[in-house]
């Protein structure tokens, strides 16, 4: 909480700076675990909303929002692929620190973005059968960097605020080793509704696609907020 006694400020001054910060007080003294709860929880709920609005109404808004969520899940991958390279590896290259976060953000950048008109490309039927097969694998790796973010974050705090605990549940090795199972399994039927190619298929694959993609949306914007309060390390 902020601390707003003993800065020379008349009575009417201090309600003043009180009613600015009263928002993020409220926020801090809520609790790191209490946030936490709450964002996980609104997360899934987005999703289940994003979930149920592509089932009833799968037309071109939810074909975009899912060609912009494969991208942002493919973004993402190649970010976290490219960023673990460590530094000594690539100078000897003629990169230097700058240059080379540059190309990990511009090369994330160029795929993601490549990855939305690609899976908008797709869902619209403008493809071969040939391209169509590496398309459907690029948006699915996406999807799974979706469902993987999604789990892995919102699996730590989901037991504690369903009352779920014990050993299996408060094993970060084996939570991460289950959200992989799970995503990978969920990238699988993305692909496989894919190439089936009908009209309940795709409408299926818009239903999966943007539920994960408004929950990894959703969580990631809740980190933001966590880390600007100081949570969320």
Known sequence: ??????????????QAVKQKYWGINALMQTGELRLM???TGLSLAIGLSAAFLVWFYPGKFSKAFT?????????????????????????PYGFTDDTWNWAVNGG???????TVLATALLLWQRFNHLTKIFVSINSCVGIFNLCKFSFSWNFAYLPSLLGLTGTFFEDGYAMMWLSTAISTIFAVAAALLLWLNTNQSIKNFLCLSSSFGAVAIATRFFISVL???GYAD
Not at 1 to 14: K, N
Not at 108 to 114: H, K, Y
């Open 227 to 229: 880390l600007n309060l």
């Open 108 to 114: 994330a950048l160029v795929t993601g973005v490549g």
């Open 67 to 91: 060609s912009f969520a494969c991208g942002f899940g493919m973004y993402h991958f190649v970010w976290g692929l490219l960023g673990r390279v460590q530094y000594d590896i690539v100078t």
């Open 1 to 14: 909480m902020y601390q707003i006694t003993g800065l020379g400020l008349s009575a009417q001054q201090l």
């Open 37 to 39: 709860w709450i964002s």
